[in-house]
């Protein structure tokens, strides 16, 4: 390969990393006076932390948010100032105990968050298994309130865990609901990603398993995010009709048949949804 070519197609790398990075997605605030980017930009730097990568040092975080590593470490300075991050020895960074007053704030100030957790633990002490509740955040879903009995993904969730909406029993629901205009613009951005053998990766084939979901009035995915994974999950709606969350049971694969899951648990789920719904009047 030419020099010439090898620049190139550097280039043409260090550019499509660019238009993918959170960064770039600020871009589109640009010249709105109202738009604090300062603030912005420390939301970018927090949210790159992730249970594979709790600590980084500022020049990770810079080529994983597409920040500059001067505008990183600003957003450091002040976090660790404030207590939200901090420091080794190494000049590595991760955040600190004290984010966790964020996320209880959203938790202690959310209705549906609250009413969730506490149905979810009177499920699992009747029936002895991991529900959860989850609300759509972009092309994810977002765990609202978790209860579990038992590990059953390799990852370790949480209130705050993100999962792939697309192939996941609760994303199915949300997107289901979604308007047309909504759901054609998620599909257009969405990135399939083949997690298993058994992951839809193709676009037709999700419009059709979601015209499925709303026909049946809930989603059942097989092993479609993780290999020995089942889930199930209905919708839970607002006053006005609109799906605001789902709620949902997972299991290892060969302990719950899919026949079983929704002839034993499916009722239970949607007595929950309804339950939830009751709190949002």
Same mark, same amino acid.
């Given at each position: 390969?030419?020099?010439?070519?090898?620049?190139?197609?550097?280039?043409?790398? @260090?550019?499509?990393?660019?238009?993918?990075?959170?960064?770039?997605?600020?871009?589109?605030?640009?010249?709105?006076?109202?738009?604090? !980017?300062?603030?912005?930009? %420390?939301?970018?730097?927090?949210?790159?932390?992730?249970?594979?990568?709790?600590?980084?040092?500022?020049?990770?975080?810079?080529?994983?948010?597409?920040?500059?590593?001067?505008?990183?470490?600003?957003?450091?300075?002040? *976090?660790?100032?404030?207590?939200?991050?901090?420091?080794?020895? $190494?000049?590595?960074?991760?955040?600190?105990?004290?984010?966790?007053? =964020?996320?209880?704030?959203?938790?202690?100030?959310?209705? =549906?968050?609250?009413? $969730?957790?506490?149905? =979810?633990?009177?499920?699992?002490?009747?029936?002895?298994?991991?529900?959860?509740?989850?609300?759509?955040? %972009?092309?994810?879903?977002?765990?609202? !309130?978790?209860?579990?009995?038992?590990?059953?993904?390799?990852?370790?969730?949480?209130?705050?865990?993100?999962?792939?909406?697309?192939?996941?029993?609760?994303?199915?629901?949300? *997107?289901?609901?979604?308007?047309?205009?909504?759901? @054609?613009?998620?599909?257009?951005?969405?990135?399939? /990603?083949?997690?298993?053998?058994?992951?839809?990766?193709? $676009?037709?084939?999700?419009?059709?398993?979601?015209?499925?979901?709303?026909?049946? %009035?809930?989603?059942?995915?097989?092993?479609?995010? @993780?290999?020995?994974?089942?889930?199930?999950?209905?919708?839970?709606?607002?006053?006005? %009709?609109?799906?605001?969350? /789902?709620?949902?049971?997972?299991?290892?694969?060969?302990?719950?048949?899919?026949? @079983?899951?929704?002839?034993?648990?499916?009722?239970?789920?949607?007595?929950?949804?309804?339950?939830?719904?009751?709190?949002?009047?």
């Amino acid at each position: 390969m030419s020099l010439t070519s090898t620049t190139n197609s550097l280039e043409t790398s @260090e550019s499509a990393n660019k238009k993918l990075s959170p960064a770039t997605a600020l871009e589109v605030y640009t010249g709105d006076p109202n738009f604090m !980017a300062s603030l912005a930009r %420390g939301l970018v730097v927090i949210q790159a932390f992730t249970p594979q990568s709790p600590q980084m040092t500022i020049s990770q975080l810079s080529v994983r948010t597409g920040l500059s590593r001067a505008a990183v470490r600003r957003c450091l300075y002040t *976090l660790c100032k404030l207590g939200f991050a901090g420091t080794d020895e $190494a000049q590595r960074y991760s955040l600190r105990p004290k984010m966790l007053t =964020l996320a209880n704030t959203y938790t202690a100030s959310s209705t =549906l968050a609250t009413a $969730a957790q506490s149905i =979810l633990e009177r499920m699992s002490a009747l029936l002895g298994e991991s529900f959860s509740v989850a609300t759509l955040d %972009g092309e994810d879903i977002v765990y609202i !309130a978790r209860t579990s009995v038992t590990r059953v993904m390799s990852v370790d969730l949480h209130v705050g865990s993100r999962l792939p909406a697309f192939c996941t029993s609760m994303g199915r629901v949300l *997107l289901a609901y979604l308007p047309q205009d909504q759901l @054609e613009q998620y599909l257009m951005r969405a990135t399939f /990603t083949q997690y298993t053998p058994r992951t839809m990766t193709s $676009a037709d084939k999700l419009r059709l398993a979601l015209r499925n979901v709303r026909r049946n %009035g809930y989603a059942l995915c097989d092993q479609e995010f @993780e290999v020995g994974l089942r889930s199930l999950a209905v919708p839970v709606q607002a006053p006005n %009709g609109r799906v605001i969350a /789902t709620v949902n049971i997972s299991g290892h694969a060969p302990r719950m048949p899919m026949l @079983e899951m929704q002839t034993r648990y499916l009722s239970h789920l949607r007595a929950a949804a309804t339950e939830l719904s009751a709190f949002l009047r």
